[in-house]
């Protein structure tokens, strides 16, 4: 069964959506960026890169699932809404307390064990920022299950404007009016915490009742919960371990090992736009797929997602090279110290677009009942980050790091194409789609032997790369997805 130009349309309207608060929200805090890496060293910039990229992994922990277990129980018939809500958001708020209270009252041991002995308070206040942002994610779900977008969208981009309101004036206006002021640290993390807080602040209103609580709701829920646990554990390893594990794994000191996971963290922030496109693709495309199949049409092939597959790599290949052909200008957003971490910039950008194609293909096990596979190929990809990091960091440094990611997220969309072919054939463009991909990289590679610089031929020979990849579309599409 065919899809219209208008089911697309809507995909693309749903992606701009459920994607603009993170969107738009991720950008405004990129652009602290460039602040943050002229105040502060590669080996304090590290420091950061390090505490948030460990943070990625306990927010997993503090929501255990429970949010994709509020969507699939507050939908099913017969159902008290309010008890999945308040058992649901009880749930997460009993367990972050308790979770926040052992960091709390562990933290000078446990800013030992992390190599930041004198950041124990960093500790303590990202405890209570992880509490608040989970106890936060409900309510959150909440919003986006009955359709209330403006608040949602509204909410989060609070929470950014607070966020970077307060560290502009911390690191730039505070200093300018008082000689006396010192920049620190400590401004950034303390404006995410207050930031998280307001944000609270502001749901407290729509709370549930304690009397709507249900044990019988939470036993199916945490059942339901426990594999996505695992699953987001297994994802965020493949996405942050790695700079957690540069600090250990590299030779010399704390210090010298922090500075490279500072750089490395810079200049992963220049991979920004692949990451931001991809993540709002995700948003926008689960509803639109199992609307599809909420329609009645889960057990035929389903065409439109060769299409939104071929339209994500037409998309994602061109960011590819917008930002490999604008390095010069690109990495003008971090401070100089920080540009010997650019020749890694284009192996991520290939990570995130080959992440990008599985959350694409990795629908059919979502639409199909068997989640498992995401378990799995999860887990797998897990794996593959924690041995490649651990053996080849201590050789390579973070370029490693770099290619066990691009490696890591190549295998996942391989295994999800293999595993797919025995519970659902969709015809998607793969001859077109390999085209593109070539087309794409010769260009990339044609643009090595261009002079580097900003000035005006320079910058033209490069946009006229962009338009040769614009026109040589329509051909390749005609390779796959016309087919």
């Not at 290939?350 to 194609?357: E, I, R, S, T, V």
């Not at 020979?461 to 614009?470: A, D, S, T």
């Amino acid at each position: 069964m065919s899809r219209s130009p208008n089911e697309l349309r809507r995909l693309a309207s749903q992606t701009a959506l459920y994607g603009l608060s993170t969107v738009v929200g991720r950008l405004l805090n990129y652009l602290l960026v460039p602040l943050h890496t002229r105040l502060f060293a590669p080996e304090q910039y590290g420091v950061i890169t390090d505490f948030y990229a460990m943070a990625a992994l306990l927010a997993v922990v503090y929501t255990y699932g429970m949010e994709t277990a509020f969507f699939r129980f507050v939908n099913r018939q017969n159902q008290d809404r309010r008890a999945v809500y308040a058992t649901s958001f009880y749930a997460v708020l009993v367990s972050s307390v308790i979770l926040s209270a052992v960091l709390w009252f562990n933290a000078e041991s446990l800013a030992v064990v992390l190599r930041h002995p004198d950041k124990a308070h960093f500790v303590r206040w990202f405890a209570l920022i992880f509490a608040l942002d989970a106890v936060s994610a409900i309510p959150f779900a909440r919003l986006r299950q009955e359709g209330r977008s403006v608040s949602y969208v509204t909410i989060k981009l609070l929470n950014i404007l607070v966020l970077v309101g307060l560290q502009v004036y911390f690191l730039v206006i505070q200093p300018a009016q008082n000689q006396a002021w010192v920049i620190s640290l400590d401004s950034v993390v303390l404006s995410n915490l207050v930031a998280n807080g307001l944000t609270f602040l502001v749901l407290l209103r729509g709370l549930p009742s304690w009397s709507a609580f249900d044990w019988r709701v939470l036993r199916p829920m945490l059942a339901y919960a426990w594999p996505l646990l695992i699953a987001g554990l297994a994802g965020m390893f493949n996405e942050t371990l790695d700079r957690v594990l540069l600090k250990y794994r590299l030779g010399g000191t704390v210090s010298q090992a922090l500075w490279q996971v500072g750089v490395y963290g810079a200049v992963y922030k220049l991979a920004v736009l692949m990451s931001l496109f991809t993540q709002a693709f995700r948003m926008g495309a689960e509803p639109y797929f199992f609307g599809q199949k909420t329609a009645g049409n889960s057990d035929k092939p389903q065409p439109a997602y060769g299409k939104v597959f071929w339209y994500y790599s037409l998309i994602g290949w061109g960011i590819f090279l917008g930002v490999t052909l604008g390095i010069d200008a690109a990495k003008m957003l971090v401070g100089t110290a920080y540009h010997e971490g650019l020749p890694v910039v284009p192996i991520l950008l290939l990570a995130n677009l080959c992440l990008g194609w599985y959350y694409n293909h990795s629908i059919w096990f979502k639409t199909q009942d068997q989640t498992q596979w995401g378990l799995w190929i999860g887990l797998g990809a897990a794996v593959i980050t924690v041995l490649g990091n651990w053996f080849l960091i201590p050789v390579y440094g973070y370029t490693a790091s770099a290619w066990v990611t691009l490696v890591c997220y190549a295998s996942m969309l391989l295994v999800s194409v293999l595993a797919s072919r025995r519970y659902q054939k969709v015809n998607y463009p793969w001859m077109g789609w390999g085209l593109l991909g070539a087309w794409a990289l010769v260009l990339y590679g044609l643009n090595s032997f261009l002079p580097t610089g900003l000035n005006a031929t320079t910058l033209a020979l490069k946009f006229l790369l962009l338009v040769v990849y614009v026109l040589g579309v329509p051909l390749f599409r005609k390779f796959g997805l016309d087919r």
